[in-house]
């Protein structure tokens, strides 16, 4: 793997990480990892979107059934792992197949798609992260959420998904500075 299919999110201004991921291509094939509910609940999140700004958009997140592996999640993601979370969000920009910005809670997030030969650079920016926590959090979960999207888009079986977030969101307690 290269470094862009593996490297750490890092922070880009206040509030605000970026991660990058190289990807195989055609840019519409990684499009459909974006866009389409089969294609994104194997690697995020399933549920329905409406391709248009301001479209509702629905995530159905069951992380144990991202991989065949199973790992159990740390104790204070228990519940939601068992139950599943289901959030509904909104389309805030699309431009097919270059561009989608969805909102995230109270914050935001945006993939942008650049060709590179064969491949595809995904480039993913979450903006107006609330604190150095959640930035923590988020970074762990993004970083493990994109480990498992280049499996799955070279079509290899994904590792758990708790065995990567509980090795990597520690990683980024160090990585990020404390005020």
């Given at each position: 793997m290269t470094a862009r299919e593996t490297s750490y999110g890092r922070i880009v201004a206040p509030a605000e990480?970026?991660?990058?991921?190289?990807?195989?291509?055609?840019?519409?094939?990684?499009?459909?990892?974006?866009?389409?509910?089969?294609?994104r609940g194997q690697w995020l999140a399933s549920g329905p979107m409406e391709l248009k700004p301001g479209g509702a958009l629905e995530l159905?997140?069951?992380?144990?059934?991202?991989?065949?592996?199973?790992?159990?999640?740390?104790?204070?993601?228990?519940?939601?792992?068992?139950?599943?979370?289901?959030?509904?969000?909104?389309?805030?920009?699309?431009?097919?197949?270059?561009?989608?910005?969805?909102?995230?809670?109270?914050?935001?997030?945006t993939f942008e798609l650049f060709p590179e030969g064969e491949k595809v650079c995904l480039v993913l920016t979450h903006r107006r992260l609330p604190d150095r926590a959640a930035m923590i959090m988020t970074s762990g979960g993004w970083h493990t959420h994109l480990a498992i999207l280049v499996e799955?888009?070279?079509?290899?079986?994904?590792?758990?998904?708790?065995?990567?977030?509980?090795?990597?969101?520690?990683?980024?307690?160090?990585?990020?500075?404390?005020?």
């Open positions: 990480i970026r991660f990058e991921r190289l990807l195989p291509g055609p840019i519409e094939r990684v499009w459909e990892f974006l866009v389409d509910s089969d294609k159905r997140f069951r992380h144990r059934d991202l991989s065949p592996d199973k790992a159990p999640p740390p104790e204070r993601f228990r519940e939601m792992d068992e139950k599943g979370h289901i959030a509904h969000e909104r389309v805030l920009r699309i431009e097919p197949p270059r561009l989608l910005s969805i909102s995230w809670g109270g914050s935001d997030v799955r888009a070279h079509g290899r079986t994904p590792p758990a998904f708790w065995t990567v977030f509980g090795a990597i969101e520690s990683e980024y307690e160090t990585l990020y500075p404390k005020p």
